[in-house]
C-alpha cells in the first residue's frame, strides 16, 4: 500500500471530488476501507435516506443524515441551506462543499436540495 | 452440544453504587451473589466471562478480585449484547471440555462516574465531521427511516416507554416509578428527532452475573436449572452509516438460529427481555425476532400488549428504559429471563440484546426442567416439517449480502 484509503479520499476532496471505492464486481463501496485500489469519482446526486435533528441542550440545533448517492453508496452528511426539520427522507439532494475544520483539513462534502 | 443450565443468577448495586465502589467491585460483587446462589464458591469457577466499556480487562479483574485463577476466559466485546454471546461461548467452552464451571458478570459505575469516562465512543472519521450525537443519533435515524417506511408513529415508540414504566412500578428497585403516560413521552424534551429524552434508557449504575455448568452438573445443584434452549449471535456493521437497512437488524439471523436449535417458534415463548436502549429496539426486535411481520412492530405494541396486563410480556423489570441501564444492559436482561422462569412459571423465557448502534445482536432462550424435555419432540416435529436449522434465515442472509455489497 502506498497510500491510505483515507488518503487518497482526502486529495480528492481538495480537488472538490467526492470519491468512492469500487470492488472488484464494480459495486460502490463506501466508507474507503484497505483492500480496495479502484476509486470512482461521484456525479454527487443523491436521496435522503434517513434525518434526525440534533437538539443539543445548549446550543443550535442541526442536521445529520445519510444520503445515498446515486452510484449506489450511502454516507453520513448535512444538507445546507434549509432548516434542519425541513430535510425529508426521500429528498433529492446535490454535492456542495464546506472548508474543511481548520487549515490543515480538506473541504467537507455537504449537500444542498437538488432544486 | 452438551446442554449447559444456569445455576446461579443475582444483580447488585442497580441504580446508583455505594460511594467508593468500582465498575470491578461492582461486577465481583454480583459475581459472588451469583455464586452463592447456586451454592458455589470462587474456588469452584474455571471459566470467566466478562467485559465492560469501563474495563477493558474485566476477566482479568474479575479473575483477581475473585482470587482465581481460571482455565479459560473470554472477553469478547460486542457492546450491550455481550453476556449473551457469552453464554453462547461458555456453552462450547464446557462442551470441549475447556472449563466446568463458567461466570458470566459485569458492572458499571457509568452513573456514579458520567458517561464520558464509562463509555467512551469509538469515532468513526467517517462521521465524526457531521458531529452525530451517539448512539443516540444512530437510533434516531433508525427511527425516522422505521417511521417513514412502516408508518410507525411517535404514540407507539411512546406507548414502549409506557409500558416499561408500568413494569417498573411492580419492581421496587426499578431507578423510575412514576406515572408516565404517552402525552408525558410525547412532551418530553427532544434529543434527536424524533426521539425525546423519554424515549431513551436510564443511565445508572449496576452489576449482574450468571453461573452456567453443564446440565448434568446443574441438576446436582441447589436451584432447579434453568437451561440454555438456544443462543446465537450475529453482527453486521460497527457505525450506523454502514447498517444495510435502517429497518432491519442481524437479530433476524441470532433469532433464527436460536430458536431453530432450541425447536421453539415465537409463539412458545413466555416472555421476552428486549434491549431497550430506545423506544425503537424492542419495536424492531418484536419484528426481527418474528413476534410480528417487520413493520408491524408499532401496532404491536399498543393497548399495552407488552406490559404487565398484555399477552407477551416484554422488559418484565421495566427495562432499560424504567429500571436500570448500567452501560451494558444485557447481563440484567439474562439475570431477569432467569427469575421470569424460576418464579413466574415461564417455561421460555427469551433475552435479546443489542450492542452498539444496531450493529451486534445475540438471542439466548431459557427453558424449564418441562421445556428442557420437550426438547427431542422438538426436534423430530421440526424434521418431519422438513425445516433446517438456516431456512428461514437463508432469506435474511441473501438480503444482508446484498446490501453489504453496495456499502
Redesign the interface.
Known amino acids: 500500500m502506498e497510500r491510505s484509503p483515507a488518503d487518497v479520499y482526502a486529495e480528492h476532496c481538495r480537488q472538490r471530488e467526492l470519491a468512492y471505492q469500487v470492488d472488484l464486481d464494480g459495486r460502490p463501496i463506501f466508507r474507503p476501507r484497505v483492500g480496495y485500489d479502484t476509486w470512482r469519482i461521484s456525479a454527487g446526486r443523491g436521496t435522503v435516506y434517513s434525518t434526525s435533528v440534533v437538539r443539543p441542550r445548549n446550543g443550535t440545533p442541526y442536521g445529520v443524515v445519510l444520503i445515498d448517492l446515486d452510484e449506489g453508496f450511502r454516507m453520513m452528511s448535512r444538507v445546507v441551506g434549509v432548516a434542519p426539520e425541513d430535510v425529508t427522507i426521500g429528498l433529492r439532494v446535490r454535492l456542495a462543499w464546506e472548508d474543511g475544520d481548520g487549515p490543515e483539513a480538506p473541504p467537507l462534502p455537504v449537500f444542498e436540495v437538488d432544486a | 452440544m452438551t446442554g449447559v443450565a444456569i445455576v446461579g443468577a443475582a444483580e447488585a448495586h442497580m441504580g446508583l453504587a455505594l460511594p467508593g465502589l468500582s465498575a470491578s467491585d461492582v461486577m465481583a460483587d454480583a459475581a459472588l451473589q451469583a455464586l452463592a446462589d447456586a451454592g458455589l464458591t470462587p474456588a469452584d469457577v474455571d471459566g470467566v466471562f466478562a467485559s465492560s466499556t469501563q474495563l477493558p480487562w474485566a476477566t482479568v479483574n474479575l479473575a483477581d478480585d475473585l482470587r482465581i485463577v481460571p482455565r479459560y476466559t473470554d472477553s469478547t466485546m460486542i457492546g450491550g449484547s455481550s453476556p449473551m454471546a457469552h453464554v453462547n461461548h461458555a456453552r462450547a467452552a464446557i462442551a470441549a471440555g475447556l472449563c466446568d464451571v463458567a461466570l458470566i458478570a459485569y458492572g458499571s459505575t457509568q452513573r456514579s462516574v458520567g458517561r464520558a469516562t464509562a463509555s467512551v465512543q469509538e469515532v ?4 465524526a ?5 451517539l448512539p443516540v ?1 444512530a437510533y ?3 427511527t ?2 422505521h417511521m ?1 417506511q412502516y408508518g410507525t408513529t411517535p404514540e407507539q415508540l411512546a406507548e414502549v416507554a409506557v409500558s416499561a414504566r408500568r413494569w417498573a412500578q411492580g419492581n421496587p428497585d426499578a431507578w423510575s416509578r412514576d406515572d408516565l403516560t404517552v402525552a408525558d413521552v410525547l412532551a418530553a ?6 426521539l425525546g429524552v423519554r424515549d431513551c434508557c436510564l443511565v445508572t449504575d449496576g452489576g449482574a452475573a450468571i453461573v452456567i455448568t453443564s446440565e448434568a452438573r446443574a441438576r446436582t445443584l441447589r436451584r432447579p436449572p434453568v437451561f440454555v434452549l438456544g443462543a446465537a449471535e450475529a453482527h453486521s456493521h460497527r457505525h ?3 447498517m444495510p437497512d ?1 429497518t432491519v437488524t442481524s437479530a433476524v439471523i441470532s433469532g433464527e438460529r436460536a430458536f431453530a436449535e432450541a425447536g421453539l417458534t415465537p409463539a412458545d415463548v413466555d416472555s421476552a427481555q428486549l434491549y431497550d436502549a430506545f423506544t425503537i429496539t424492542p419495536i424492531l426486535f418484536l419484528e426481527d425476532l418474528g413476534f410480528c411481520a417487520k413493520g408491524d412492530g408499532g401496532p404491536f405494541v399498543l393497548d399495552g400488549r407488552i406490559g404487565p396486563d398484555g399477552e407477551l410480556p416484554v422488559n418484565t423489570t421495566g427495562g432499560g428504559l424504567s429500571y436500570a441501564h448500567p452501560g451494558m444492559n444485557g447481563l440484567p436482561l439474562l439475570v431477569e429471563a432467569v427469575r421470569r422462569v424460576r418464579h413466574h412459571g415461564d417455561d421460555v423465557a427469551l433475552a435479546h440484546g443489542n450492542g452498539g448502534p444496531l450493529s451486534s445482536q445475540a438471542t439466548v432462550l431459557l427453558g424449564s426442567e418441562a421445556a428442557a424435555e420437550e426438547r427431542p419432540r422438538a426436534a423430530k416435529a421440526r424434521s418431519r416439517r422438513g425445516d433446517s436449522a438456516t431456512a428461514g434465515a437463508g432469506r435474511h442472509r441473501r438480503a444482508f449480502a446484498a446490501g453489504r ?3
Open positions: 468513526d472519521p467517517w462521521e465531521p457531521y458531529r452525530p450525537v443519533g434516531a435515524l433508525a425516522a427511516r417513514h424534551p427532544r434529543v434527536c428527532d424524533p450506523i452509516t454502514a435502517l455489497s453496495a456499502r
